[in-house]
């Protein structure tokens, strides 16, 4: 799908291909921040507002490491990220929590995807690139942290329970609408998820590549709401 | 004003007073996280969005050596900035900003009282508390950045400074009121600035430390408009 030599690294993936995922992963982050810090904002208790106020900082922590790859690569961070700027504004539109659980819930599924989505892609990328990105989207990742949360509450709540359960449908719901954009604005993130696919010997169909990607990312969400005790 | 002794630093300050100041200085830095990450959010660009991130990250880390001394003293961190939780709701409800130059005024103007006043009672601290509150407070602040920014679009745009020279009359008025409710909830502050004046040998009468600080702080604010060629 390329024929540009990648001088470093084991892959025949494009540099120009892993300066738009490096600028995706990083611009999912700044994303991520904000939705941290404006959680922290709302948050019942002082003691969540600190914890939610630190998981953000140490966010943007981690994102250096990213805009640092975009650097050594030759590649500039900001307009990196600039040509996914507004990805997540439509569904943040269709996605307002009406409530303090919705939102966690929110970042907790749409987060789940969107790291999943940057992971897969990043299997087709040089070793040290891939390395930062896994580094940056598994390292203390927030989900870790709110997962237990809402999982008690969830318990301890059956109506919340069965609400969550609905939220959460609708939330991946949305956010598989917006890889579905994300991989038509960008090809190079549809070559670069077909050429992890095949390295992992898992090869999508020729033209298939979106549903491959879609039911990857399904059964990873399937996996992160039982994590809940949640129906997903 | 204290009976009990300083085990150790040069100051006769109680322990418990040293902790309150603290504390106030953490949930200060909190208070800015929330408040630069939320202007990131509402930057008109992505270069913008970025930087304002940034600065808040560094704010919250900053606050860490804060929260980390109170533990050294024995204190609860989070114990130690609730009895402050609330403190600047007021304060915003008052101030919200119709514009982003406001905003970022706004923070400006704020942070800048509520620092000077924080470095004011550290005075009277304990050397390595101090040093705590001085380095976190004025290392990388926020307002050095911003003060260049807003001065560039002061100077180039006459009506937009004088929409913010009368912008920060208001916000200097409402944040000084901050200052007298900090000052009449928390006994123990007051001590600080009496003690701090003091040992400053430019000592408040008794009774008027509240006017002696709205002085300073007056005087520290006509300064902080200068730089931005702005009317205080």
């Known amino acids: ?40 904002a709302h948050a019942p208790t002082l003691r969540q507002r600190q914890a939610l106020s630190r998981m953000a900082a140490a966010m943007l922590e981690r994102q250096e490491t990213v805009l640092g790859r975009i650097a050594e690569l030759g590649g500039d961070p900001e307009t990196c990220m600039a040509s996914f700027d507004g990805l997540f504004d439509d569904f943040d539109a269709r996605t307002r929590p009406s409530t303090w659980w919705e939102g ?44 237990p949360v809402i999982a008690d509450a969830a318990t301890a709540d059956p109506v919340l329970a069965a609400r969550l359960a609905l939220w959460g449908r609708r939330l991946v719901g949305e956010a598989l609408g917006v890889v579905g954009v994300a991989l038509s604005a960008h090809p190079a993130l549809g ?35 039982d994590r809940l005790g949640l129906a997903a």
């Open 1 to 40: 799908m390329t024929d540009v030599e990648q001088p470093t690294g084991q892959t025949t993936t494009a540099p120009g291909d892993a300066l738009e995922l490096l600028g995706l992963v990083a611009y999912t982050e700044l994303a991520s921040f904000g939705r941290l810090a404006g959680d922290a």
């Open 191 to 225: 070559r670069l998820v077909a050429e992890a696919g095949r390295e992992a010997g898992a090869a999508p169909e020729p033209g298939s590549t979106q549903s491959w990607v879609f039911a990857r990312l399904t059964a990873e969400h399937t996996r992160r709401m």
């Open 104 to 147: 966690i819930l929110k970042g907790y599924v749409g987060q789940g995807v969107a790291d999943d989505f940057c992971l897969l892609a990043a299997g087709a990328l040089d070793e040290r690139s891939r390395d930062v990105v896994v580094g940056s989207l598994t390292t203390d990742a927030p989900a870790d942290r709110s997962a």
